[in-house]
């Protein structure tokens, strides 16, 4: 049986499937909505911002899926209780445009009825007209293959020919006129086959497309068959009945949710010299300005008889948007003067305090644009501290050395991540270049650092007289400060660091020198937590077409980590609508001692992934409860992000808020997702660059948000004409920080309401940054 659960069932079996607890989007079924309000769209004068930093092959993804959609013919969906149009064939409506509301909102009509009338295009389907005179219309995804959309109406029932469902009660699918003979097929006729269907509507109808009767494809046993069968009743249908359309019944929606619907496109038809391109370029510019969603526009056109097939085109010329490709992949990989072969020997290492990673100036450089280098092994990422791109000529970026120790004997690969100047804020990934580091002959263990922060221990297996011991500490700065001690008594050493530390997040290793060689230790962080690790991130980027499997996901034992603590990593995106996403990889794992040696490990499922925006942020969030207290009290690890490419979900087009220090031109306030307050003495900023959709007089709420303590930056503020061009620019006091625990985890959160007035319950999620706070 086909009933209102089976897209939720079949939506926690996916999940189950890919994870055993996955934070999976629940499908909502509402009952009609209110009729929709007057609406009038933007005036062409009307200040926005357009620009939507999209990918380059925009609508190309969907198209391939569309057509595959078309060409599919199965009978069902896995069962006789799944009908086809759950995975195949092309859900298509004419909207029109300029018709008094928006083109996805359901019609007053519809509203009524408490259904919305739909067509159903396949290859085998032999659909040759479509409803009304209007040429443009919006298609949905089947159920199955749409992303992880909020909203997936139900089809209530089908029929093989336009059945004037407006004079139709229960939706548009019980009798027409209160007849006898046009009721639901299964239970008032006896009409289970395309036969019998053909039968009832040439001896009973009469031939009349309103006597019909129509195929019930919710709550009913063997729903599958039933709407097979208005497919197989289109082959049937004489030369002058396959002219008109079929019809589909969709559950009515609620008003203004264009961010919910799984809209895969934007439709236009050609018929002679009349054109509905017009029509397509207003809905999709609409959608935009409305719920700042991109939605390709394609070109459908019809086949010409019963033998013939559809065709689907997306032209470029006829997408309005204005929408620049976000920009390829930076060819030049950067080098390093130390390796120029792609060795880095141990002693070169050693040799200097940090290694130089000299990244070339790109072509298309601009001033203000800033540049990151991301240093990736299997179980390590370092992400360098954001600098000002060079003028002129490349720019050098110093990586501290000890946060390549955990390299060694391995292989990496280095890359750059430029971001331009506001207010694109667009990030490019430069291609990577290998690096092999020679390993050390021994591995020494790693320093201790004591539960005050304040003192260090060194103590290591055959450590003999005459050995020289350095112990270095990398904090803000690239310049580390420097412990020497000669031993001359076989015993620990310990050496106070209160006077470096001081708060400021660092990195501590040390360093043995014996009869001329030197050997060097892990390092260990302090006053922060690790970064997690996913495996196939390029220079900040996760491409899914180059992922065969599922990705891991590998968190480094942490400084301070003892048997029994617990552990939680969260895996965080966010849908079109800014419903967040989140799956638990680990949740509260118990720390034993293969985990207190080599970290934790979890498997992040593709699928998953796959359903995300194109170009969306996710956030990998870890947490230990390293002073016990449980997750509400668990201190935070670094966060990692990245962007995600290549997906099947619509193209994403919400920047992520950043926080900046105003005398750094710029340049990100956090080190490594810490904001360390005793470090930063100019002004700080949030910074947010404009969005597609942006609107003078939209309205936007921004917070600061650490654990039950919420601070408002923006409330209910009008956004200005001149921030549709520079976007919003807060500065933010120091003293908002005061009330905040060390170590405690910061989020920005901001919500925009786009044209739905000042109901912050109705804006916009945007996704949220994730910080950690150190004092």
Known sequence: MYHVTSIL????????VALLVAGCAQVTHVPPPAKPAAYAMPAATTQVARTVPIRADFGTRELIQLRADYAATPENCGSADEPAFLCSGVLIRIT??????HAWNPSPGSVTRGGVSFSYLRSDAALLNLFGSDLDGLIFSPPRLAYVSTLRPDVMCAYPLNATTVNRPDRGCGPSNNSAINGPCQTTQGVYNDVQWLDHFTNKAKGSYAQQCGFTTIDIDNAAPAFFATI??????SDKDISTH???????WPQDVGASLPIQFFFYLVEGAKSGLTGAQRN????????????????VTLPADRTGQASFDTIPADQVIEAPALPASITQSPSIPLAPFGYLALADLLAHDTLAVVVPRPANAQPGD??????QSPDHLLVSSEQPLSAAGSTTVALPRGALLAS????VQVSYRITSAAPSALERASAARTLSIEDAPMHLPPPVVGADQRRVSIDYPDMAIGDDVYLYYYGRD????IAHTHVDTVRPITTLIGSWFDGVPGRIHYTVTRAGTTLPSPEVTVGILPRPVIDGMLGGWLYLPDLATDPHVHVPPWEAIANGQRLWLDVVAYAPDGTARTIPLLDGVIVDDALRRTGADAVLPRAWLSQLPDGGTVQLLAAADTHGGGRDKATPFTVTRFTVRGTEGPMTTRPLPRLVGVDAQGVAATIDGVLSLSTIDEALEIRVAPWPGMLAGQTVWLQLRSRDVELPVLTAHPVTEDELTHGLVLPIDHDVFKGLSDGAPLDIDMRVAFEKGTDETRALRFPVEHLVLKK
């Open 478 to 481: 690239l310049s580390p400060h």
């Open 96 to 101: 029109g445009d300029g018709v008094g509301y």
């Open 284 to 299: 999709q510019l609409d959608l935009l300005h409305t719920d700042g969603i991109a939605v390709p526009i394609v070109k």
């Open 9 to 16: 069932s079949f939506q926690r079996m996916t999940c189950l």
């Open 408 to 411: 060694l004997g391995r292989t």
């Open 232 to 237: 197989k009743a289109r082959q049937r249908l």
């Open 246 to 252: 079929n019809e589909l019944m969709l559950a009515t």
């Open 370 to 375: 800033t540049v990151r280098v991301l240093w």
